[in-house]
């Protein structure tokens, strides 16, 4: 290999000749070994992108840099790295895109991947492309339908008619997540309204006790975890019944204050609620019909928002109260809703903000049953409730107890039973469109939903020209006839394909098994694979995924782990959200503000890695960070300063900085004694341990940026110090600690300067010793009544009188030591304070 290079960093020559070098053999550095493998293995993973037309923006870039820092630096520490990327493909924007383009989503989507994958590869990114997978080739969607078999089959996947969210300008069905607190889609930010449809439902709620039990188990932001707790929303209480006045009819509410019963003054039925126009008597039915019929329109985020006005309208009817055999008034209001309970709620208003206030709105009674202090046994002119334990009142045989050491007794006083509900709702898992997983279910009039079988997967997409059905909620998938029109497999009788797609969240929910066995025509993943790489040590990501694929990635993987597919019960060992990037304004990058900064800009000016040093320099990797132009110049400025450092070290017969003397900073020659050369070798090669020390301990610990600063640091003082004081071990700890941030440069510095055989990725990552890193001496704090006049430098462990003899001579202390001290502090390796 000639070793040639220039004099002057070129960083678009560089980076162009290793991105051709790597490759060679599809990037066959990065390829991780499958098992049997005697080294220990390593799962780093990103998630997967959704490839839209618009290309990878440098926010993107800052969760793939951090992977590959560490990837790096893992695959050097002697680990087997898996460092995989695919794609994300299906999904409504690409079905949009071909309506206004009249041209095929699998078109769009090959064109808009091999765009984001030059992106990658430009950058250096050390991805193993030999388990690339696609969710949208058949190969790869066989295995999601395959899980939807299987969930069919254990009566976790089913069909029901149920309110659903729909998007008329998309014209389809929105998955409660995917609707904002403005009622609007989260895609188009058109109005949302509510419609009746049979769907299909995954039963994520059987495992929502699981869900929750298994947090535990993982190293993941609190923050996240307590929003996949509240998601899931998992309330201990009790089912008591309300008998309708004049009827035999019961309202059956759930409350988790059960204390609090004997203090509620009205009951609030959901607008869903089956009984409403049961009991509804003639006067209040108009004024109701309409209440309700306007309520289903509105999505349930719209109508429980929390600075929204309590509305309602009274039915009419009354219930008894169980406890108190008092008559009180039945109500509907939106803020309940049907699919979270019984439907059905008790208003205390003495003890609940939310009943507080409705009552407030709607002129109804309020009764005080608890107080805090038991001396109290009447309370009136309430002004807000009091929602803490206390000292019941007003609560006929319970007055004067502790309102929650007699739950259990008012619980049999007023026949209730103990129940737990959860927030979380079953899955929505069908889309009327057409870009996704075909549903593998075949419709028979005489035998209902029948399985298609396995040996039939996958069920292709069949190509189409239309996208949509103009007004109606159906996939265009029902104008294939020729697709849809079949014979049932039980019976043989006529009988149609399911037409529904599955929902983008399907192929993401599981990609990170098949990775690890991308090319497995008979399994979806082998047994030793998963059982050697999982769960992901290190995944990657945006906070905008906390609740929807965290929590269905992990259902899925739950039930794999049932069925025994994977062995271990959670997916993601470690989660990592990284900060977003706003633009140079401080706002939220995008198109309409024009503040997006395009990373192939950015490489072409700069380079790949200014860019990828830039972004992990910014600010802690978890933090929320706005781009600075100024800031990246300074990183190409210290990027040439090593490339200058290394090259000009490397040079023969150089001379100036090889002499044994310098001069100082008033020009003055200052020779150097085979002594001070002695003591400066100690001290660098104590500077050398203590930056490996640093940068392994930051990267480990995700500091990345704290990490360049300790390389500038080491940078500054090599700098600084003549050449024959620095040996070529010096210059290859930095170009090995740099690698995992500035993989071109550190590739052309390690082989073709420092004349290296191999890629610096294939060496070992330098390691540090403990003995030489140990400082011997220290800057103490010299106080004079307790003020500081002076750090001065000591030997660590020096007693009193050697501190105080040194700490006198200072003449930054001397003037203020013109008394003898009355006394003289001494806190040892700290500081020294005389009083006078």
Same mark, same amino acid.
């Given at each position: 290999?000639?070793?040639?290079?220039?004099?002057?960093?070129?960083?678009?020559?560089?980076e162009k000749k290793w991105r051709k070098s790597w490759a060679k053999n599809n990037f066959q550095l990065w390829q991780a070994k499958n098992p049997p493998s005697r080294q220990e293995e390593m799962y780093i993973l990103d998630m997967f992108p959704y490839p839209s037309g618009e290309?990878?923006?440098?926010?993107?870039?800052?969760?793939?840099?951090?992977?590959?820092?560490?990837?790096?630096?893992?695959?050097?520490?002697g680990k087997n790295v898996l460092h995989p990327m695919g794609w994300d493909a299906f999904g409504l924007p690409a079905e949009n895109y071909s309506r206004q383009t009249?041209?095929?989503?699998?078109?769009?989507?090959?064109?808009?991947?091999?765009?984001?994958?030059?992106?990658?590869?430009?950058?250096?990114?050390?991805?193993?492309?030999?388990?690339?997978?696609?969710?949208?080739?058949?190969?790869y969607y066989k295995w999601t339908q395959w899980i939807f078999l299987q969930l069919f089959k254990q009566g976790l996947a089913y069909e029901a008619e149920a309110v659903v969210n729909w998007c008329p300008k998309c014209e389809i069905v929105l998955a409660d997540e995917e609707v904002n607190n403005e009622n609007r889609c989260v895609r188009c930010g058109e109005t949302v309204t509510r419609k009746k449809l049979k769907q299909w439902f995954l039963r994520i709620t059987a495992y929502a006790d699981r869900l929750l039990e298994d947090l535990d188990l993982v190293n993941w932001p609190e923050n996240v975890k307590a929003m996949q707790r509240n998601w899931i929303g998992r309330k201990e209480g009790v089912e008591v019944n309300f008998k309708v006045e004049g009827s035999d009819d019961c309202i059956k509410i759930f409350t988790t204050r059960l204390d609090t019963i004997f203090g509620a003054s009205y009951l609030v039925l959901a607008p869903e609620h089956p009984i409403i126009f049961k009991i509804t008597t003639p006067p209040y039915a108009p004024e109701v019909r309409k209440y309700v019929e306007q309520s289903l329109t509105q999505p349930e985020s719209f109508r429980t928002k929390l600075d929204r006005e309590k509305t309602g309208v009274f039915t009419g009817a009354y219930a008894i109260n169980p406890a108190n055999k008092e008559r009180i008034p039945i109500w509907v209001a939106d803020y309940v809703l049907s699919d979270y309970g019984t439907a059905a709620v008790m208003g205390v208003p003495a003890h609940d903000e939310r009943d507080f206030e409705f009552a407030k709105i709607h002129h109804l009674g309020l009764k005080p049953v608890i107080v805090l202090d038991p001396k109290i046994k009447e309370l009136e002119g309430l002004h807000q409730p009091i929602t803490e334990p206390g000292f019941l009142i007003n609560s006929g045989p319970f007055n004067g107890r502790r309102s929650q050491e007699v739950i259990d007794s008012i619980c049999l006083y007023v026949g209730g039973k103990k129940a737990v509900h959860y927030k979380l709702r079953d899955w929505v898992f069908s889309r009327q469109r057409y870009w996704g997983e075909p549903i593998p279910i075949i419709k028979c009039e005489k035998c209902g939903n029948v399985p298609l079988k396995e040996s039939q997967l996958p069920l292709k997409l069949p190509k189409i020209t239309k996208y949509q059905i103009s007004g109606?909620?159906?996939?265009?998938?029902?104008?294939?006839?020729?697709?849809?029109?079949?014979?049932?497999?039980?019976?043989?009788?006529?009988?149609?394909?399911?037409?529904?797609?599955?929902?983008?969240?399907?192929? /993401? /929910?599981?990609?990170?098994?098949?990775?690890?066995?991308?090319?497995?025509?008979?399994?979806?993943?082998?047994?030793?694979?998963?059982k050697y790489w999982l769960p992901v040590d290190i995944y990657v990501g945006g906070a905008e995924h906390t609740v929807l694929h965290l929590l269905?990635?992990?259902?899925?993987?739950?039930?794999?782990?049932?069925?025994?597919?994977? /062995?271990?019960?959670?997916?993601?060992?470690?989660?990592?959200?990284?900060g977003m990037i706003l633009g140079e304004d401080g706002e939220k990058m995008s198109k309409s503000r024009g503040n997006v900064v395009s990373p192939d800009e950015v490489i072409k000016t700069y380079?790949?890695?200014?860019?990828?040093?830039?972004?992990m320099f910014m600010g802690p990797l978890t933090f929320t960070k706005s781009w600075d132009t100024k800031g990246i110049n300074g990183i190409s400025r210290f990027l040439s300063k090593v490339w200058s450092l290394v090259t000009s070290s490397q040079e023969k017969n150089k001379i100036g900085n090889n002499l044994k003397n310098k001069k100082n900073k008033s020009g003055i020659l200052v020779k150097f004694s085979q002594?001070?050369? /002695?003591?400066?070798?100690?001290?660098?090669?104590?500077?050398?341990?203590?930056?490996?020390?640093?940068?392994?301990?930051?990267?480990?610990?995700?500091?990345?940026n704290t990490a360049i600063s300790s390389l500038m640091t080491y940078v500054n003082k090599l700098s600084e110090l003549p050449n024959n004081i620095i040996t070529k071990k010096h210059w290859e700890t930095l170009v090995l600690l740099l690698s995992p941030f500035a993989p071109f440069l550190s590739e052309e510095l390690w082989q073709m300067v420092l004349k290296h055989n191999k890629s610096v990725s294939l060496e070992s990552w330098p390691t540090y010793d403990k003995n030489l890193i140990t400082d011997k001496y220290f800057l103490l704090i010299v106080q004079v009544n307790g003020k500081a006049r002076d750090k001065i430098k000591v030997k660590i462990g020096a007693n009193k009188a050697e501190v105080e003899k040194l700490a006198r001579n200072s003449e930054k202390v001397k003037k203020y030591l013109t008394q003898k001290p009355q006394k003289i502090i001494f806190v040892p390796n700290k500081l020294i304070n005389f009083v006078i």
């Open positions: 290999m000639e070793r040639n290079y220039s004099k002057k960093y070129n960083h678009l020559q560089i290309g990878l923006h440098v926010g993107h870039f800052e969760g793939y840099t951090a992977t590959d820092i560490l990837s790096r630096y893992w695959k050097m520490r009249k041209k095929p989503p699998q078109d769009i989507v090959a064109k808009n991947i091999k765009r984001f994958k030059q992106q990658l590869q430009t950058a250096g990114f050390s991805y193993d492309w030999t388990r690339e997978i696609n969710t949208t080739d058949p190969k109606a909620i159906e996939s265009p998938l029902a104008l294939i006839e020729d697709w849809v029109n079949v014979k049932c497999p039980n019976c043989g009788g006529a009988a149609k394909r399911e037409t529904h797609t599955m929902p983008q969240w399907a192929g /993401s /929910s599981w990609y990170y098994i098949r990775y690890l066995d991308p090319k497995n025509e008979k399994q979806l993943v082998s047994f030793s694979k998963q269905y990635a992990r259902f899925w993987h739950k039930f794999l782990y049932d069925l025994g597919v994977v /062995s271990q019960p959670e997916p993601f060992k470690q989660l990592i959200n990284q380079g790949a890695d200014t860019l990828r040093m830039y972004e002594q001070d050369i /002695s003591s400066l070798k100690k001290d660098l090669e104590s500077i050398r341990q203590k930056v490996i020390k640093q940068v392994t301990e930051d990267i480990e610990r995700l500091h990345f």
